[in-house]
């Protein structure tokens, strides 16, 4: 069982040096490159990846395309502000040595934020399929949180993929505008106009779900604020979808 890493990437100098040190348990890594105008490239190269440059052709398809690239069938895809723990590394290599009992492979993803890690309010285990036989499985999600579909049998792994989220607030609003952006643009695409009510009503019903249910109360001060942002995405991305058909003054086929 050999395994070839994949990483999509676009000015991520600042993390693509983690995500490739913590991949000694692969045999090879391609680095897809769509246009950085930083030294991510350099940095690729330099801790020896093969990296390719490709024009973005969004989430899923990007990593598609890298796993298209890989000389090894079995893919182990990271996002660049994520790396692989010691003990998953560990996990990957008996693996290796034993050999795949199943077609994928999902593992807990824990997220550090503003300087914690965060193990509740719904962002851990958040187990995601990230090892996987290319014949098996490809990426889906034209927009926003793309996934892999597996067409086979599904095992897990137990060592943590570790996810280097925002290290600011001003950072993280960046990405929630370009999210939501995303997010209203599928809901626009499907027809749907977002009414009132929700808008209005779903905002906070996410704040409490987040904050009380899912008891990011015991992530401190970290779990409030991920429990406002996840409001406040809510609120953007319904908005956002709602103010599109307002501009162009056309009709959703149905509402939501």
Known sequence: MKISATIVTLNEE?????ALESLRCVDEVVVV????T??????AARLGARVVQEPWRGYAGQKNFAATLATHDWILSLDADEAVAEELEAEILLLKSTGPRFDGYSMPRMAQYLGRWIRHGGWYPDRKIRLYHRAKAEWVGSYVHESVRLNGTAGELQGKLLHFTCE?????LRTLDGYTALAAEELAT?????GLCRIIFDPPWTFFRTWVLRRGFLDGLQGFVIAWMAALYTF?????????YTKAGSEPTKKA
């Open 14 to 18: 600042h993390n693509v040096a983690r």
């Open 33 to 36: 490159d769509s246009g950085s």
């Open 38 to 43: 930083d030294r991510t490239r350099e940095v």
């Open 168 to 172: 600011s607030l001003s950072a993280h």
């Open 190 to 194: 499907r027809g749907i106009r977002p």
């Open 236 to 244: 953007l991305k319904y908005t956002k979808a709602r103010l599109k």
